[in-house]
């Protein structure tokens, strides 16, 4: 038996991982879906202040209050920063650190760092004086490489329960102090085949630059794969935690 916990990308709570915790617990793994602060049924508690640290305080009193050890820790997308800086803080409490449609962000580097200059600027004059980044356009049009998989009856759950997420998540740099550079480390790729990772990997691209030596699984898929394809993504997580 192993223990996940799941920590979803923006915009989406523990929810998103419904089906892919149901599949793990099928196969007798303890499954923590998580719902970061500010966020689907915690989103009354977004502030000014809710930030990338909030969101990984989240994650380590989660673990430490459970007292869960030996813990698969799975992160999503934007859930890969605060993931990165939670096993960087109890290091001793985690088995294996896995990305999804992520990678673990350089020191320094924000989210947001990651955009382009003009998607920057927009996304700042969108977002004016307002701390929250608005939920993105879940019409199956608007973009069919990041939603390939999702049916309608799926795009309009996400645009029922998706939340606007807390800014400081995005913009605050991730902080690396280096207790969890050792921890073994895994992706699972599913806009970019498995070759193009490698090559993003050994160019140095910024969303895979602290990605030393983990192995990559190909699910060829859109960007939330545990809505697309929860069984096919529970049984890669599952393969992991025995390696």
Known sequence: MTTFVLVPGFWLGGWAWDEVAASLRAAGHRVHPVTLTGVAEKAHLATPETDLDTHTDDIVRLIEEEDLRDVVLVGHSGGGMPVTQAADRIPERIRRVVYVESGPLPDGVSQFDTNEPAEQARLRAEIGDGHLLP????????????????????????RERSTPHPLGAATQPVHRAGAGDALPIALVACIFPVEQVEAMVAQGHPFFAAFR???????????????????????????????
């Not at 019409?139 to 996400?158: H, Q």
């Not at 192995?215 to 529970?234: D, N, Q, V």
Request: negative net charge; aromatic residues 4%; hydrophobic residues 45%.
């Open 135 to 158: 939920v993105r356009d879940w019409a199956a049009a608007a973009d069919p490489m990041l939603l390939a998989g999702l049916d309608e009856a799926t795009l309009a759950t996400l």
């Open 213 to 243: 030596g983990g192995e990559i699984r190909g699910l060829p898929t859109g960007h939330w794969p545990m809505l697309s394809e929860p069984k096919r993504l529970a049984e890669i997580l599952d393969d992991l935690s025995t390696h």
